[in-house]
C-alpha cells in the first residue's frame, strides 16, 4: 500500500525557515517524480514545486522561486521542501504527492501538514 | 501559464441527481492532460480522471471525463452521499495549474 506522511509542519514568523519531509512507503520511491502542492485555509489547490526521480531536475512555481528548494533523499525515501524567507501568504496545508509515472498529474496523496506563518 | 476555470462555483443536487462539472482552460491543454480530483473535507485530494477521460484505479463508473482542448466535462451519472465534495481540475500540459474547484451539495 502506497503511504506518503508529511511531517514538520509548524507555527513560524515571517521571515522564518522551516523544513517538510514526506517519509514514502509501499512502492520504489526511486521510480517516481514527486512534488508538493498547497491549500491555503479555505481556499484551492497550489502546485508549489516537483522533483525527478534522480533529484536532478526541480522545477517550482514563480510564486515559491528561489525561497522553497525541493530535494529528495531515494537511500531514505524521503521528500523535502525547504522553506525559506517565509511570508504570510504561504500559509496553508502542504500536501506531498506522487506523480503519475511519465505524468505530472499526482495519483497519491499524503494527509498533508500544517504550516503557518504569523508573528 | 493556463488558467483553468471552473463552473459552476457551487452546484446544489439531490442524491440520484445527474451532476455536470466544467473545466474551461484559457489555452489549449495539449494531449488532454487534464486530470480530475475529489476532496471531502478534511481530507487530501483523491485522483478520479487522468488523460481526460481514463478512470483512475478502484474509481466507480459513474464518474465520467470528457473534452479536449480547452473544454473539459465531469459527469457523475448518479450521485451517491459520498459524493459531495469539491472537485478540482488539473492540467500538466503546460507546467502544472489546478482549477478553482466547484463544490457538490446536498440540496
Known amino acids: 500500500e502506497v503511504q506518503l506522511l508529511e511531517s514538520g509542519g509548524v507555527l513560524v514568523q515571517p521571515g522564518g525557515s522551516l523544513r517538510l519531509s514526506c517519509a514514502a512507503s509501499g512502492f520504489t520511491f526511486s521510480s517516481y517524480a514527486m512534488s508538493w502542492v498547497r491549500q491555503a485555509p479555505g481556499k484551492g489547490l497550489e502546485w508549489v514545486s516537483t522533483i525527478s526521480t534522480s533529484g536532478g531536475s526541480t522545477y517550482s512555481a514563480d510564486s515559491v522561486k528561489g525561497r522553497f528548494p525541493i530535494s529528495r533523499d531515494n537511500s531514505k525515501n524521503t521528500l523535502y521542501l525547504q522553506m525559506n524567507s517565509l511570508r504570510a501568504e504561504d500559509t496553508a496545508v502542504y500536501y506531498c504527492?506522487?506523480?503519475?509515472?511519465?505524468?505530472?498529474?499526482?495519483?497519491?496523496w499524503g494527509q498533508g501538514t500544517l504550516v503557518t506563518v504569523s508573528s | 501559464e493556463i488558467v483553468l476555470t471552473q463552473s459552476p462555483g457551487t452546484l446544489s443536487l439531490s442524491p440520484g441527481e445527474r451532476a455536470t462539472l466544467s473545466c474551461r482552460a484559457s489555452q489549449s491543454v495539449s494531449s488532454s492532460y487534464l486530470a480530475w480530483y475529489q476532496q471531502k473535507p478534511g481530507q487530501a485530494p483523491r485522483l478520479l480522471i487522468y488523460g481526460a477521460s481514463s478512470r483512475a484505479t478502484g474509481i466507480p463508473d459513474r464518474f465520467s471525463g470528457s473534452g479536449s482542448g480547452t473544454d473539459f466535462t465531469l459527469t457523475i451519472s448518479r450521485l451517491e452521499p459520498e459524493d459531495f465534495a469539491v472537485y478540482y481540475c488539473q492540467q500538466y500540459s503546460s507546467s502544472l495549474t489546478f482549477g478553482g474547484g466547484t463544490k457538490v451539495e446536498i440540496k
Open positions: 504527492a506522487r506523480d503519475a509515472l511519465g505524468y505530472y498529474y499526482f495519483d497519491y
